[in-house]
């Protein structure tokens, strides 16, 4: 039984043949594709006919990520360099790349012995139902008879030309960074034989992030060290590296429109106003402001939609989106947390050089092969989407707040920014470290480079014991207290 986006629940055929599951999915290592199938004692193989086009599907994947348009080829691309918008760090989710704090070095004596990075997709193109929806209201505000506004003029001769989902230039140079630095901060782990072993959810933007990424890791090596993309996770399959396997987990709707009725209000009085005619509503603001962002990162120069809104605007639109991940996602989703089980079980037995203990989203066919999971290695890379990310942070106890968001009063305090935590090409980074005259060992989690202070494992410095850290994530290795099973009951 080929495993899907469902509990582990066979169907009457399956029943009937044993409580084992026939599990397939396929590795790409070393650019060949190894197709890995189970044959538990109780458990028929697949058929030949199904077994064959998962085949022909994994060529054809490989043909297609061969054509792939965002990718590395030949000359590197330039270092990302910082936007010149004052508020590119007030746009939530669709931030570009920045770091929050500058890398600190472990304490004197301590080393890096293994790096775990999870890392989102380079900046993109709005999605297709992100781009319809700032399509429908771009057309209101089109629709003016006159704009009275000067800022307004530059949309009597404006054409929307953005694309669709796909990595932008930014978006591509922002992994290939992201390879270079790693390389040159964990450069002392990094050996023939032992090279990153990447994966990468299976979505065109992520699987090119992970490609840029281990371009820029072989370029910043001179091309002694070339890593490959080791396994894509298909998302229709399980998938710990997507958040497609809760289908009862409810979403953020209440909370963001009760927000948007409060600071969208005077925007749509102040630009109705200036473009009579338009008709605009509360809905539109959010989706015009995204226009700043987008257009930003696609054309690398300040968008003329940017200058249509105030910081305080920006600051309400950053709002916006944390109301979206922590209702969605986070702590304020009963179904939140636990669709980042998976990885954080996946983390644990990478720490510990054992093998996975998880009955959540991991296919648990791939994370039983030394192949497709090894435990061997210095540092391991993940490329996903910020839903899944957010998902794992409030597994792991990340980004606590005292209370839950105000959907009315945003609280100047919060620690859950999501342009901090999630921005494009945004990355966590798990060191686990070795300190001298110590028979511990410590784990040490950074976020963009800030180091997370880790209380729920009694962290010091930004340092916890291994063992304290594995015990502190009982959420974790209890598949979500029964938060799982709620995904499809």
Known sequence: MLERLAPQVKTQETQSLGSDDCEIGFALSDEKEHVMLSRPTRCICIRILEFAALVLFSSL???????????????????????????????????????VAKYK????????????????????????????????SLARLLRARNFTDPRLAFLANYTYELGQDDLVALGASESFSAGALQ???????????????VRASSSKRVVESATNWTAGFASASNEMFKPKVSLILLEYLNDTLTNKMCPNAGNANEQTHHWQSIFARPIVHRLNQAAPGANLVDIDIPYLMSLCPFETVAKRTKSHFCDLFTQQEFEAFEYYGDLNKFYGFGYGQTLGRVQGVGYVNELLARLTGKPVQDHTQTNRTLDSSPVTFPLNRSIYVDFSHDNTMVAIYAALGLFQQPKHLDPAHPDPDRTWMVSRMVPFSGRMVTEKVQCSGKTDQFVRILVNDAVEPLEFCGGKHGLCELDAFVQSQGYARSDGAGDFEKCFA
């Open 61 to 99: 994947f490989l043909a297609w990520l061969a054509l792939s348009s965002t990718r590395t080829t030949g000359a590197p691309f330039p270092a990302a360099s910082p936007l010149s918008v004052d508020v590119d760090h007030l746009w939530a989710q669709y931030s570009p790349y920045f770091p």
């Open 183 to 197: 390389f040159e901060r964990y450069r002392d782990i990094v050996r023939h034989g032992n090279l990153p072993f």
């Open 105 to 136: 070095p472990l304490p004197r004596g301590c080393k890096v012995s293994q790096v775990n990075i999870i890392q989102r997709h380079g900046s993109r193109f709005p999605t297709l139902g992100a781009g319809v929806a700032i399509q429908v």
